[in-house]
């Protein structure tokens, strides 16, 4: 039986921050305010839909979009091989500019807007991690994201003392971050304190947004806190700052 064999495929076409438009798979499952769980590298794995089910069954409507990778596929040198290659080779992404956010997150927030919009409420979940980490942030930027979640964000790529701080956010898309997080939008961020890849961008966040950052981090040098090196105190943090705030 297939993982998704259960979860409603559709797709979503919205207006990219590059002014083109671009249409991606999604996949839909539940009842109750939504939610959007960005896949990580190199997609949308097992683990990465097992978490959508948690979600799911902790009573909230997941819509997870299908960005690059194969669906189902596992997590292994050639699948993250390939997936690097799709992003690599893709204007969507930002992978090693400081200053800059990914143009696929005007695709996000588009699609935010249109689940904020059929289920009502305050406002839409949203949490990305690893390659798409930061975008929760830059989903942010928009009023129909209420409940922002940064699982160990890793671009820009490092190395170098710049890009391990950045944000992937352009100065005008952290100002309204900033404005937000002034007025009331708290950003949760989950983390391994000795993760390589997530370079310094948590303390760049509790300078940026101070309190409003409710900061993670937990012991070694693991890296996907929700997935494959899943933390169950993660999980639980990451649903309960849900039920809070939708």
């Known amino acids: 039986m297939s993982l998704l064999e259960t979860w409603t495929r559709g797709e979503h076409t919205g207006e990219t921050l590059r002014g083109t438009t671009a249409t991606y798979p999604t996949y839909r499952k539940g ?5 959007i769980v960005i896949h990580e590298i190199p997609g949308l794995t097992p683990d990465v839909i097992g978490f959508g089910e948690e979600v799911v069954a ?16 596992g997590l292994n040198p ?7 290659r799709q992003v690599c080779v893709s204007r969507e992404f930002t992978k090693l500019a400081t200053g800059e956010t990914s143009p696929v997150t005007g695709w996000l927030r588009s699609l935010a807007r249109e689940l904020h919009a059929e289920l009502g409420g305050p406002g839409v979940g949203a949490l990305g991690m690893c390659f798409t980490g930061g975008f929760a942030l830059a989903m942010m930027v928009d009023d129909a994201v209420a409940a922002p979640v940064v699982c160990q964000p890793s671009v820009p790529f490092v ?40 370079g310094t961008r948590f303390d760049t966040l509790s ?13 070694g040098r693991q890296h996907s806190t929700v997935t494959t090196h899943r933390q169950q105190e993660g999980v639980d943090r990451v649903l309960a700052f849900f039920s809070d705030k939708l």
Request: aromatic share 6%; charged share 20%.
């Open 207 to 219: 300078h940026e947004i101070g309190d409003a950052f409710l900061r993670v981090d937990f012991p």
């Open 159 to 198: 190395p170098g003392k710049k890009r391990a701080a950045d944000l992937n956010l352009s100065p005008a898309d952290l100002g309204v971050v900033k404005r937000r997080a002034a007025d009331g939008c708290q950003v949760l961020g989950l983390q391994y304190d000795g993760d390589p890849m997530t």
């Open 31 to 35: 009842t109750g305010p939504g939610v």
């Open 58 to 73: 902790a009573g909230f409507t997941v819509v997870m979009p299908h960005l690059f990778g194969k669906p189902e596929a």
């Open 78 to 84: 050639l699948t993250v091989v390939n997936a690097l």
